[in-house]
């Protein structure tokens, strides 16, 4: 009765922690860059947008800023700052509240207002435009954050089922050797190796100790998410259990244009260019291509002084530049989107014929099961069906996580992941792809 799965491999919840931190280095379309202006203790990368740091002690607030102002996690937590119990939206919810990177984004947003808060007008407008950019750039990484936490939880889920029925498979290895054993002392031949049976044990108490493992690391990486005791807090899960639906790839990549907040980003930079904005632009941002940095050289002051720079050929050739990289940007989100709906409607699929295998190895067992009451058993057959009706629920199981991770990965695509779980919605439903 050997059991094989899939899920047991060494250093799996090492790879899971590497991809969730790996999002710090994901940016939208890599051909921007926001360069650290002074040396400055931050992360060196940040979603692929290094930051400047323009040191001020001010604030400016205009009434054009506070409009396009991106949302927070923070503005608009439902739980408890202690919950007796938490699901898959309250972590996510926590894991973007609590994302470093999107903290960083945030309060690099209100040191450059900061910086400009006594400027002229036109410069303060280019100043919140870029503010603005940073906290929808931010909004991104809590939905990254989101995900990742959706993916830890649901990943703890699947292990505590396969751990459940791991035991369920010694009880029944248990059964089959006692009544292996039972048969043989009645005289009745059987051509089973009953060690096999000790071996198949041993086998299932291995993978044990690697799945217990793995949710020990899961847990962890839980808590690292979302600084929580999740031990402490964990109340009913989730079920598993994957309900597939209709995908429509094109409302999907409708969506993610109109939601993605890393999107809408380039809009307060398109929209309000000009030959004021645009040096503010060219201080704060520099254009990467292929791994090079390449930002507008700056002049001395008795240069500046004797030649006067051109703001407004500076102002068109940034204009095309932003055109550019938003285009790049909707090419590369419709590629995402498209790739994902593909990669989910694939395990829908494997889902059904997971479950078809395993429906027709019960029915079978079943089938053995009549005609030992009758006298015509097979033992060995018998044991052979079992264990491959072990196997394929096995495999079922593994098919359902890797259905919900493919949910989780096109809700991420979509956009306002983190929103939605913070206001208590449900994460990935028809309704969000209407």
Not at 195 to 217: A, I, K, N, P, T
Not at 267 to 274: A, D, E, F, G, V
Request: glycine content about 4%.
């Amino acid at each position: 009765m050997r059991l094989d799965y899939q899920s047991r491999r060494h250093g799996w919840c090492n790879r899971l922690r590497s991809r969730i931190f790996s999002t710090w280095a994901r940016s939208a379309t890599g051909a921007l860059t926001i360069i650290l202006l002074n040396a400055c203790s931050l992360p060196a990368q940040v979603s692929g947008y290094r930051i400047r740091h323009i040191s001020s002690d001010s604030t400016v607030n205009t009434s054009w800023q506070s409009g396009i102002r991106s949302f927070s996690p923070s503005d608009q937590i439902l739980y408890d700052d202690e919950p007796k119990s938490l699901d898959g939206r309250a972590l996510a919810c926590r894991a973007a509240e609590n994302w470093i990177p999107s903290k960083t984004l945030r309060t690099r947003a209100q040191t450059i207002e900061r910086a400009f808060c006594r400027a002229e007008t036109c410069q303060r407008v280019g100043a919140a435009a870029v503010a603005a950019f940073l906290r929808l750039q931010a909004a991104r990484q809590e939905d990254l954050a989101a995900a990742s936490a959706l993916r830890a939880y649901y990943s703890k889920i699947a292990i505590g089922l396969q751990i459940a029925h791991l035991k369920n498979v010694k009880q029944a290895i248990d059964f089959e050797t006692q009544r292996q054993v039972s048969l043989k002392s009645k005289g009745a031949t059987s051509s089973i190796d009953l060690s096999s049976f000790e071996r198949e044990q041993l086998q299932c108490d291995e993978q044990l100790l690697q799945l217990v493992s793995e949710d020990y690391q899961l847990q962890s990486l839980i808590e690292q998410l979302t600084e929580l005791d999740y031990s402490a807090t964990q109340g009913p899960q989730e079920s598993l259990e994957v309900r597939g639906i209709s995908v429509n790839v094109d409302a999907c990549v409708r969506i993610a244009m109109q939601q993605r907040a890393d999107l809408r980003a380039w809009y307060p930079l398109r929209q309000h260019i000009s030959t004021d904005s645009a040096p503010i632009f060219a201080q704060s941002l520099s254009a990467a291509v292929g791994g090079w940095g390449m930002p507008i050289p700056q002049l001395s002051a008795l240069r500046s002084l004797l030649c006067k720079t051109d703001q407004s050929q500076m102002a068109r050739g940034m204009s095309q530049e932003l055109s550019f990289l938003f285009s790049a940007q909707q090419k590369s989100i419709e590629q995402e989107v498209r790739e994902r709906c593909s990669k989910l409607e694939l395990a829908y699929a494997r889902i059904d014929i997971a479950a078809d295998i395993m429906a027709s190895w019960r029915t079978r067992v079943e089938q053995l099961k009549k005609l030992a009451e009758i006298g015509d058993g097979q033992p060995q057959e018998s044991a052979s069906a079992g264990s491959e009706l072990l196997r394929s629920e096995a495999t079922w199981l593994q098919r359902q996580l890797a259905a919900r991770l493919a949910e989780i990965d096109l809700a991420e695509s979509l956009g306002d992941l983190a929103q939605r779980c913070c206001r208590g919605e449900p994460w990935f439903s028809p309704a969000i792809m209407e």
